[in-house]
């Protein structure tokens, strides 16, 4: 059974750093699609982040350009989202979500697996 685990939330000031760590069970990452989403109270889901499968770039959205960097450890199945000079509005709910043989897209309803979030709180 797939299924995707986030850990690595957490409470941070203003400016500080944060890793989120998504591991994915019985997944190959190679063949896989990684998005970062987030979810703030009150607001709908926003993409953060997307791996490609085809050359294994990201691409990134919004204010996170510049902050956020994804990593991967194909063999331990194993996808990160590191997080600089956090702010609080990057305050949300943080989900990977993945597409098997799938392409990056900004909508969630294209992904079919989602992990259970995982809150990251900034604030002084």
């Known amino acids: 059974q797939l299924r995707l685990v986030e850990s690595g939330g957490g409470l941070v000031q203003p400016g500080g750093s944060l890793v989120l760590s998504c591991s994915a069970s019985?997944?190959?990452?190679?063949?896989?699609?990684i998005s970062w989403f987030r979810q703030a109270p009150g607001k709908g889901r926003e993409v953060v982040a997307c791996?490609?499968?085809?050359?294994?770039?990201?691409d990134y959205y919004g204010s996170v350009k510049g902050r956020f960097a994804t990593s991967r450890d194909n063999a331990q199945s194993m996808a990160y989202l590191h997080m600089n000079n956090l702010k609080p509005e990057d305050t949300a709910v943080y989900y990977c979500?993945?597409?098997?043989?799938?392409?990056?897209?900004?909508?969630?309803?294209?992904?079919?697996?989602w992990g259970q979030g995982t809150q990251v709180t900034v604030s002084s």
């Open positions: 019985n997944l190959r990452l190679q063949d896989t699609i």
């Open positions: 979500a993945a597409e098997v043989y799938g392409s990056c897209s900004e909508s969630s309803e294209e992904y079919e697996f």
């Open positions: 791996t490609r499968i085809t050359d294994g770039r990201t």
